[in-house]
């Protein structure tokens, strides 16, 4: 009883080895990952884009400083705004 | 004779002078005789004055919680300002929204005249949507709208500092460069300092404390102009740098 034991439990033991390395279902074909679209970027690519060095051309700088007095020229306006908020409304109870 | 006729003459004086006081006498001297129908008018004409006062109260209030519910849009936009003011701000609106909601049913309710004058004056002591809540969500939008744009000469700053850098490592002279460069970066941190400093000022001012709480307003609308300055100077600094950078 006792040697019998002793051989199922490493038989045991391999075989419970055995079927956790085994895969046990198999990835239906619609299941399967989709294929990639012909010139859509890679994961790896969009990383690198959204690394990618800022555009130091001078160019590129002429339309930062554009876009940056265009938002200059608003807040002036924007200012405005501002004093008026201050103005004061007063009410006529009697009326 | 003769002194009969003074008699005479004294008695008519005296009474064309009785006359003309009791015609000059004051309506409240007057004895007053009220019908029932002056009475009735007298009613129709207070009822209709009641009507105009809380027509005029209610105009005014439905005027504000307009205003109040432009500012709570106005908040929903904002990008610079942290989660827990702009919720703090937006509470601080609709509960304002609220109790001029609750004050118009009041004033819809109310029977005498001197308690709805009394309502109605307490539309502009008491809440403060003009004098107080314009002006704080206004600043507190343009203190934004100063944070977004000094984000925008940031990244400018940024990219002309790897051109400064690239230029010196090239061997060129950038010493303008870089002090027009040092100048804008400084420009940028204090206008965004300024503007911080205007929302947290505004941040926590309530209508009880009005007026007192005005000149801390008018405080940090001067911060809010010193920040506008700083950007204009940090722009003009740009076109330093790149002249800077032309020089061999």
Not at chain 1, 12 to 21: P, R, T, V
Not at chain 1, 67 to 78: C, G, H, I, R
Not at chain 2, 10 to 20: D, Q, R
Not at chain 2, 37 to 63: F, G, H, Q, S, Y
Request: hydrophobic share 45%; aromatic share 2%.
């Amino acid at each position: 009883m006792t040697k019998k034991w002793l051989l199922l439990i490493p038989a045991g033991i391999i075989l419970s080895a055995c079927n956790s390395a085994a895969p046990t279902t198999s990835v239906p074909q619609s299941q399967a990952a989709p294929t990639a679209v012909v010139g859509a970027p890679t994961p790896s690519v969009k990383a690198a884009m959204s690394y990618a060095p800022a555009d130091l051309s001078d160019q590129q700088l002429d339309k930062d400083m554009a876009a940056a007095d265009k938002e200059l020229s608003s807040l002036e306006k924007d200012s405005t705004g501002v004093d008026l908020s201050f103005n004061d409304t007063p009410i006529d109870v009697n009326k | 004779m003769k002194q009969q006729k003074i008699i005479a003459t004294a008695t008519l004086v005296a009474s064309l002078i009785s006359f003309s006081a009791m015609n000059a006498m004051p309506a409240w001297a007057a004895p007053r005789t009220t019908t029932p129908v002056a009475t009735a008018a007298m009613a129709d004409k207070a009822v209709a004055r009641l009507a105009k006062v809380r027509a005029n109260a209610d105009k005014e209030i439905d005027r504000r919680v307009a205003v109040l519910n432009k500012l709570v849009t106005k908040l929903g936009v904002l990008k610079g300002v942290t989660d827990a003011q702009k919720a703090t701000l937006t509470a601080q609106v609709q509960a304002e929204i609220a109790n001029l909601t609750a004050l118009k049913a009041k004033i819809d309710a109310d029977t005498d005249l001197a308690t709805l004058k009394a309502d109605k004056k307490s539309i502009v002591d008491s809440y403060r949507v003009f004098l107080l809540f314009v002006p704080q969500i206004t600043i507190t939008a343009h203190a934004d709208r100063i944070l977004g744009t000094a984000a925008i000469l940031q990244t400018l700053a940024d990219k002309l500092s790897v051109r400064v850098d690239a230029a010196k490592t090239a061997g060129k002279n950038v010493t303008a460069a870089s002090a027009k460069l040092a100048d804008m970066n400084a420009k940028i941190a204090d206008a965004i300092s300024q503007a911080n400093n205007a929302i947290t000022t505004v941040g926590g001012l309530t209508p009880s404390g009005y007026p007192g709480n005005k000149p801390t307003l008018i405080s940090a609308r001067k911060m809010l102009a010193t920040a506008r300055t700083d950007l204009r100077m940090a722009r003009q600094d740009v076109a330093g740098v790149r002249t800077g950078l032309k020089t061999k």
